[in-house]
């Protein structure tokens, strides 16, 4: 077991080098670098005026030095400045981001979690009932709706219309901190996140335990007389949990990225939003900072979910 | 307070599953605080907290930071705030300014020696001050005494002042230690930065507030308020969400997200000229444009009053050169009204159908606005009757700029820009846009305009030293603009903000980059 | 069709069609993508309004029985609007599938069948494409493609593959070390036919059920882009883009046929696509193998 998760970790090591090599090129294939984006071509100002800038940045050197610039100091540790805001380190300014978005994605994981696996078996264990059949109608709804429509829906109707609730960012600007500011602003924005995810995991869920429920030693069990309560709670659930851990596995690895639609609408200040500023702005070192630290968590995660399974599953030996 | 909220919070939840139909506010904006969304819209900065580097977000910097002089409240004249007062001298070369008795947060005092360090700093391109460029005329900057500051040109400058109101003072004593090129890095501007300004810095919560508390020692008075909260937005949509929810009290609107605000008591709409005129920027290299006729005939082809009547629910004033303002526009010049027919036959004329015909032209522009795509759709459908047919193309800042500030274009993929520039307070803040001197890469003459009598009319009122031939100067700028069509003008469009009713003193105007202008922050007050 | 298949024994293609026939949510897909479809594309025949056509005296007006969903923010038709903004986004979904499935089958077969050490680096290359963060890399893919139908078609095909890839590997890495491929490869065939002889029968199912998903997919990820500002730039019209419009808060609040018939279009097109995919899952493989 050791053995194995050593070597996943190396071999995760140099897909974070080629992933960073990948990054690069792609930045340096988009038009226009951060001097351009600095420009306003509404203010009068000319490019002279950032000729210094750009020597600083060494956006003239070529490629490879300036990709083998950055990998020395970023295998030291140091990910850079980022460019639009110089004072700014870009690992602090990740980090700051990383809190409220695995925040957010958490509870809206959890919530999806809990609800996408009890509607799921309740489901499967009522097959064609109405229940099942409203449960399956929401879900295929949540699935089809693009996000941010809903998070523009819902952010006007509890926030605007009804003000039952803040209509973003993260805590009160300028009060103390307080769990219940924090929960109050997060409810909202993490209800909203959670639906796709409910839908796809009860979905999961459901067929996957409606397959279950077929398999000879469920029979078995119910015909040695197992109350169908535990025949479904011990035998069946545990196999139908397998491929749900999957699911949740990548999704949780990619959680970090962040959603940009929720948090651009509900203005959440995380991974999401920093990067879509970063994109537009050009800011090569966020862009190659977040990268990183999100591909490392997802390789990470990807780890975890493998030994996950090889508890969950005692058919599956890894090594 | 605390468990105040938490009851309130735990109580939105509950509402929330039952769904019923039970208003729960968010706990009162604490009495004598200000929540705003300064850096929203055209004239912000967010999280940029360094006035070197600052190309806008002037509006909130000044809250803190004080330049010598800065702009009076209408954006008309320029006049002194760390300065009491000023002289120029007869030849234009030296300026000499006495400085008010100010200061600084930490109570050391704003001195001579301290404006000649910030004027240090801001000529030096190393710092990645973007006013380098624009100071180059400074010959010396002298400090004679502790209070009396001298300027020293090479040449005249008539922008000298203009560029002075965006140099904000900068304390040497907190500053010196630092090499001018790790300024921009270090963290004192997001941590402890002092100014002169009404308002002290607090904190900065990292991309969602920063936080200033009222300087009780200010020289023009202790400020009515005691915080002043600048929150971040992803979007002017969020911002104006927040503040329908009264979580703050001002921001930016774009102006077709005006409607739910007129006639509405509780909020007060704040109008003003934006300074940016608006126009489609012919790419002179392309052959197209070379004969005078299409471009007149894009001109008249173009229904502007309708647009500006339907789309900026008639906020906007037609251009028909770079400027608007009376004193700089002449009488006599042609108004191109919208005749369609006469479009037609001007392109007849030039022989249209051999020039370029039906093919598509790509109109480029980096505006990405609901009202911008509205606009573009209907200048699109407009040129398309009289048999231009254009393709709009709206991309981000930096990939237009990678386009058109290259050096050697490739001309197919702009024949032409819908864009917008600068027009005041300065009346040459559009030499940048037109003067042959400013082609890319020297500058950012993006239509690539070479048209000798134009450079000459700019050359001329950029150099004019009598302040009083100044205007008629701009007025033969305009008139050789109005005849030559450099750029299609359309129009220059007031910009907006909303603030709460229970403000009360609160000034504003949507100043290009944020002003810096007389807001008096000081005197800004909140009624229960 | 009932009628051919009863005169022998029917083939696995046959019996998965006459299951998914017996599927009602599958047929309650058909019978609303079916009209949809049909009347955008056929809708400029009988619609007299076209969706460009600007009207700067009727804007933002209400539905009426001249404009059925009404006129957005330059007076220009909705229900045009969302016919051809129906035509593009369908178009995009359609052609970035294609291209998407095409990728993705090719790399999987090849990594199954070409030998160990083209297995190794492609199935490499893939846990790399899919390690890249998802919004990285739709972000500077946009950024690099541009807007536009084909930038658009390329970002969501370049987006989708790697999972059917991994897909279509598993499914034909069973297949490699059999006796008809080992007996075909002895007899000197080439990778191609290998690829289409043996590869794409054999995972034709995995295919269309992926196909059929990644429409709807494909649908949400255009609107997701041009809310970004990324995918289709206006004027042209797609479903993406009309809904964009719901960013003002006036069209949200007081124009609300604006967005809410393009999105209702969506969502209705996404739905019938998701009961048809799920239907085809079940019809070809009851117990589920593609998640």
């Known amino acids: 077991m050791l053995q194995y998760s050593l070597r996943r970790l190396l071999i995760g090591a140099g897909m974070l080098l080629a992933l960073s090599m990948l990054i690069f090129v792609m930045l340096r294939l988009t038009p226009g670098d951060p001097i351009d984006a600095y420009i306003d071509p509404n203010v009068p100002m000319s490019p002279s005026d950032l000729v210094e800038l750009r020597d600083t940045l060494g956006l003239d050197a070529p490629l490879p030095v300036q990709y083998l610039a950055w990998l020395q100091q970023a295998v030291m540790g140091n990910l850079g400045y980022s460019i639009k805001r110089p004072d700014q380190p870009v690992l602090s300014l990740v980090f700051s981001r990383i809190g409220p978005t695995v925040l957010l994605m958490g509870s809206a994981i959890v919530i999806s979690i809990i609800a996408g696996i009890a509607s799921g078996m309740i489901s499967a264990v009522r097959r064609n009932s109405v229940v099942d059949l409203s449960f399956s109608l929401f879900a295929v709804t949540g699935i089809s709706s693009p996000p941010f429509l809903s998070a523009l829906v819902g952010l006007y109707l509890f926030s605007v219309y009804f003000d039952w609730l803040p209509s973003g960012g993260m805590l009160t600007p300028g009060r103390d901190f307080s769990i219940a500011d924090l929960l109050h602003h997060l409810i909202l924005p993490a209800a909203l996140l959670a639906v796709a995810q409910t839908a796809l995991i009860m979905r999961y869920m459901r067929s996957s335990m409606l397959e279950v429920l077929n398999q000879d030693y469920v029979r078995t069990a119910r015909a040695k007389g197992v109350y169908e309560f535990w025949v479904i709670t011990k035998h069946a659930l545990r196999n139908a949990l397998l491929p749900v851990v999957t699911l949740i596995g990548s999704t949780i690895g990619l959680a970090i990225g962040g959603a940009i639609f929720i948090e651009s609408v509900f203005n959440w200040p995380g991974m999401g939003l920093l990067m879509v500023d970063a994109v537009e702005n050009r800011d090569y070192p966020v862009i190659m900072g977040s990268t990183l630290v999100i591909g490392a968590c997802v390789i990470f995660v990807n780890i975890l979910t493998d030994l996950a399974y090889a508890v969950i599953d005692p058919r599956i030996k890894v090594g | ?528 | 069709m009932l009628g051919r298949t009863s005169h022998r024994s029917p083939g696995p293609l046959a019996r998965a069609f006459e299951r998914f026939r017996l599927n009602r949510a599958a047929m309650a897909g058909v019978s609303l993508i079916v009209p949809l479809v049909v009347a955008i594309l056929t809708y400029p025949f009988w619609w007299s309004f076209k969706p460009n056509d600007i009207d700067l005296l009727a804007m933002n007006a209400g539905p009426s029985a001249k404009h059925w969903f009404g006129t957005d923010g330059v007076g220009r038709d909705v229900f045009a609007r969302a016919m051809e903004g129906g035509r593009i986004s369908l178009l995009v979904a359609a052609a970035s599938t294609v291209i998407s499935a095409a990728i993705g089958f090719l790399v999987g077969a090849i990594s199954a069948l070409a030998g160990r050490w083209t297995d190794a680096v492609t199935m490499r290359f893939v846990d790399l494409v899919m390690t890249l963060p998802p919004v990285i890399f739709l972000l500077v893919l946009a950024s690099i493609a541009g807007t536009g139908i084909w930038p658009t078609i390329l970002v969501i095909s370049l987006l989708s593959w790697p999972l059917l890839a991994r897909m279509v590997r598993s499914r034909l890495l069973e297949l490699r070390e059999r006796d008809f491929v080992l007996a075909a490869r002895g007899m000197g065939a080439g990778l191609p036919h290998l690829l289409f002889r043996h590869g794409l029968p054999n995972s034709i199912d995995i295919l269309v059920v992926f196909a059929t998903l990644q429409i709807a997919n494909a649908i949400l990820l255009e609107a997701g882009l041009s809310f970004l500002g990324l995918g289709i730039a206006p004027p042209a019209a797609s479903w993406g883009n009309m809904l964009n419009a719901a960013r003002s808060t006036a069209v949200l609040e007081q124009y609300p046929w604006q967005w809410l018939f393009p999105g209702g279009a969506l969502v209705v097109t996404v739905l019938a696509i998701n009961f048809i995919g799920d239907g085809l899952r079940d019809a070809f493989d009851p117990r589920a193998e593609l998640h």
């Open chain 2, 1 to 528: 307070m605390n468990a105040m909220s938490k009851i309130s919070s735990a109580i939105a939840i509950a509402a929330m599953m039952a769904t019923t139909a039970m208003p729960m506010l968010t706990a009162p904006a604490q009495a004598a605080t200000l929540s705003g969304g300064f850096d929203v819209g055209p004239g912000g900065f967010q999280g940029n907290f360094n006035p070197l580097a600052a190309t806008s977000g002037f509006t909130w910097l000044s809250v803190y930071f004080e330049p010598l002089v800065t702009y009076d409240e209408k954006l008309q004249k320029v006049v002194g705030l760390l300065a009491s007062s000023y002289e120029v001298s007869a030849d234009q070369l030296t300026y000499t300014f006495k400085l008010a008795d100010a200061k600084w947060h930490d109570g050391k005092p704003f001195t001579a020696k301290d404006a000649k360090f910030t004027m240090g700093l801001a000529q030096n391109a190393k710092t990645g001050s973007v006013l380098a460029a624009r100071l180059t005329a400074v010959s010396s900057v002298e400090a004679v005494d502790h209070k009396t500051l001298v300027i020293k040109l090479s040449a005249p400058s008539s922008s000298l002042m203009d560029t002075l109101t965006k140099v904000m003072m900068l304390p040497e004593h907190a500053l010196s230690q630092i090499a001018p090129d790790q300024l921009a890095k270090n963290t004192w501007w997001s941590t402890t930065p002092i100014g002169t300004g009404p308002f002290k810095f607090t904190r900065y919560v990292t991309d969602q507030y920063v936080e200033m508390a009222a300087n009780s020692d200010y020289r023009g008075g202790k400020p009515a308020l005691e915080k002043v909260i600048n929150r971040y937005f992803a979007n002017p949509a969020a911002a104006i969400a927040a503040l329908r929810a009264g979580e703050i009290q001002f921001t930016y609107v774009d102006s077709n997200d005006l409607g739910a605000f007129k006639n509405n008591k509780d909020f007060r709409i704040i109008e003003g000229d934006s300074f940016v005129v608006n126009y489609l920027g012919f790419n002179h290299d392309s052959p197209i444009w070379k004969d005078a006729r299409v471009r007149q005939a894009v001109m008249y082809a173009i229904n502007r009053d309708a647009i500006i009547q339907s789309l900026y629910g008639g906020a906007a004033k037609t251009a028909n050169c770079a400027y608007v303002s009376e004193q700089v526009v002449p009488k006599n010049i042609e108004p191109y009204a919208y005749n369609p027919e006469k479009a037609k036959q001007l392109l007849k004329e030039a022989g249209w159908d051999q020039i370029n015909g039906n093919k598509p032209i790509t109109l480029l522009t980096y505006y990405t606005t609901p009202l911008a795509a509205n606009v573009m759709a209907a200048v699109q459908a407009m040129l398309g009757q009289a048999g231009i047919n254009v393709t709009p193309r709206a991309v981000d800042t930096p990939t237009y700029n990678s386009i058109v500030l290259n050096p050697t274009p490739d001309t197919s993929q702009f024949q032409m820009v819908y864009a917008g520039l600068q027009n005041g307070p300065d009346a040459g803040s559009i030499n940048v846009g037109l003067n042959e001197k400013q082609i890319p890469p020297a500058g950012p003459n993006v239509a690539r305009v070479r048209m000798p009598d134009l450079t000459k009319a700019l050359d001329a009122a950029l150099g004019e030293t009598d302040a009083a031939k100044r205007d008629a100067r701009y007025q033969e700028v305009c008139k050789v603009m109005n005849k030559d069509l450099p750029w299609g003008t359309l129009w220059v469009a007031n910009r907006y903000g909303v603030a709460s009713a229970k403000l009360k003193d609160f000034v504003w105007t949507p100043a290009p980059g944020g002003g810096p202008y007389q807001a008096h922050p000081e005197k800004w007050s909140i009624a229960e």
